[in-house]
């Protein structure tokens, strides 16, 4: 017998279980084409070598070691990298950063700290969002989401101010009590950033309704360029003087391994924050979630060897660009059309509303979008949902472009296939 919360867990099974057959031209061609989970397949092979010269471990590593939360190298070298990496404006102190088994678990530390459970207290995030946050904040901490919307604002530009403070009355409204704002920076799945008057406005917010600003910054150096128009540039809320703003106890940064160094195997995010107290209850938390110390060392290797690391990052934004525009030419000869703004991130934002099925839901626009995700997957080819990433029309899909190019390719046959019929 299973508790309530347990019933409904064993029916949402939100996770890969089990053996993968990745699509291959020559080995596997009939497998699925995945352009839903956001990982850098173009770095694996740099990243591995890298690992496969650094795998020599020395045996303490085999307990449980100085902790749980983060080693003193590991908090050392992260901390040196993001003081080259994120300009901060006050240096970065190894103390203020602590480490749980990925950026997934440190979400829901930040929510579990913030919000009391089960009183109807909130986490803030702006539409579309990363959809599996309505996972990672809620399915376990008893707290809710409330949701910003923009309508034709733009939500990168400071007037998004006025839509996230709506949100936040809204909710007061209705008895629920927000306790922390949570942006993606660079966005996902829009993939611009935000500039510095927008987080500036944010923090100003966040210090007048008296909650915490919680920025995930895991894409942060996963920033491309681009020669057709002007190029947007990454700015860690970590970089702004806050005197006179927000007290700097209530922001806090999220960075980890996945995304920028294609490591998501290594299973490792951070929490950088300036309050003292903040850090011990998350660290509190956390010990439910403590990385393997053998991928803290792999980590520490590759964060201190920053003469390597200056070369990879290199390499990541060019493959990342020479993606992007791949991923447009072919979209474009299909006449699939997307959100044309931003230049970080993996991914791209689909705009497939003119191939909704509408005759066959009754003009029900988010019918028609399950059914045509349905019918891709049947054709091999799967994309996250406008619907599940809180997207305000329907026939928006996030579509993973940093694979092999014959799999892009593949990927957006099938996806063509599929829209001509």
Not at 36 to 56: G, R, V
Not at 173 to 196: E, K
Not at 224 to 247: A, H
């Amino acid at each position: 017998m299973l508790s309530t919360r347990g019933k409904t867990w064993s029916k949402n099974i939100w996770f890969a279980h089990g053996a993968q057959k990745p699509y291959h031209p020559e080995t596997n061609p009939d497998a699925v084409v995945n352009f839903s989970f956001a990982e850098n397949w173009l770095m694996h092979d740099d990243l591995i070598q890298f690992i496969n010269t650094h795998s020599q471990f020395d045996n303490k590593l085999c307990a449980y070691g100085e902790g749980y939360t983060g080693t003193v190298r590991l908090r050392t070298a992260m901390a040196k990298h993001l003081n080259t990496h994120f300009n901060p404006f006050h240096e970065i102190d190894p103390e203020q950063i602590t480490f749980a088994a990925g950026v997934t678990a440190l979400n829901e530390a930040c929510t579990l700290v913030t919000c009391n459970p089960d009183n109807q207290e909130a986490i803030l995030i702006g539409n579309p969002v990363y959809g599996v946050f309505a996972r990672d904040l809620a399915a376990r901490t008893g707290a809710v989401l409330a949701h910003a919307n923009f309508g034709d604002a733009d939500q990168f530009s400071p007037d998004c101010v006025a839509a996230y403070e709506a949100a936040f009355e809204e909710a007061k409204a209705n008895g629920v009590t927000v306790r922390a704002l949570v942006i993606c920076n660079p966005h996902n799945p829009l993939g611009q950033c935000y500039p510095r008057e927008t987080l500036v406005g944010l923090m100003r917010l966040c210090a007048s309704k008296g909650i915490h600003l919680i920025s995930d910054e895991i894409y942060a150096l996963s920033v491309y360029n681009r020669d057709d128009r002007p190029v947007e540039k990454f700015t860690s809320v970590l970089s702004i003087d806050t005197t006179d703003i927000i007290d700097p106890k209530q922001v806090h940064a999220l960075y980890g391994m996945s995304k920028d160094f294609g490591a998501a195997g290594m299973r490792l995010g951070c929490l950088v924050t300036r309050s003292n107290e903040f850090t011990q209850a998350v660290r509190s938390v956390c010990c439910f979630s403590s990385p393997s110390q053998f991928s803290m060392d792999l980590a520490a290797k590759l964060l201190e060897d920053q003469a390597y690391l200056a070369k990879f990052l290199e390499k990541s934004r060019a493959t990342l660009q020479r993606g992007r525009l791949l991923a447009e030419e072919l979209l474009a000869q299909v006449g699939i059309s997307y959100h044309d703004k931003g230049n970080a991130g993996l991914f791209m934002w689909l705009d497939l509303a003119p191939f909704l099925p509408l005759d066959e839901t009754n003009g029900d626009g988010w019918a028609a979008e399950r059914l045509l995700s349905k019918r891709l997957e049947q054709a091999g080819v799967v994309m996250s949902t406008g619907e599940q990433y809180r997207a305000s029309t329907p026939g928006k899909f996030r579509f993973v472009f940093c694979l092999e190019e014959d799999e892009v390719r593949e990927g957006v046959k099938r996806i063509s296939r599929v829209l001509k019929k």
